[in-house]
């Protein structure tokens, strides 16, 4: 079966293979069914957009923010990934970074408010 190609595909490829130490961090904990046996993909393509973190099981996409972002081009975005079906929780980096077990949690919580 031939897919559909995805424009974006390409970047988020690189984008996987370029991992920011963030992404790493909370790709570690992620991966392989270990937060509440959900399926994360990565750098995973939302029409337009290549989101950081995808549950399509729970509809739930995980951000990282860095020094990069805006609050009218997230915007724009997050309404997006919302009308595609999908909740979003934003993480800046520096809060991953000293609370990783925090985001974890959190996470967690809307894993299994989302199955609910």
């Not at 937060?35 to 729970?58: N, S």
């Not at 724009?76 to 809060?95: L, Q, S």
């Amino acid at each position: 079966m031939i897919g559909i190609f995805n424009p974006v595909t390409p970047k988020a490829r690189r984008l996987r293979r370029d991992q920011t130490e963030m992404e790493k961090r909370l790709w570690n904990k992620l991966r392989g069914r270990q937060l509440e046996g959900a399926k994360f993909k990565r750098q995973h393509p939302i029409g337009p957009y290549i989101v950081d973190f995808c549950c399509e099981e729970c509809a739930l996409v995980i951000e990282l923010d860095g020094g990069q972002h805006n609050e009218e081009v997230d915007a724009d975005r997050t309404t997006y990934i919302e009308k595609a079906g999908h909740g979003v929780v934003r993480f800046w980096n520096g809060a991953v970074l000293e609370n990783l077990d925090g985001a974890l949690s959190e996470i967690s919580r809307l894993i299994l408010e989302r199955r609910a």
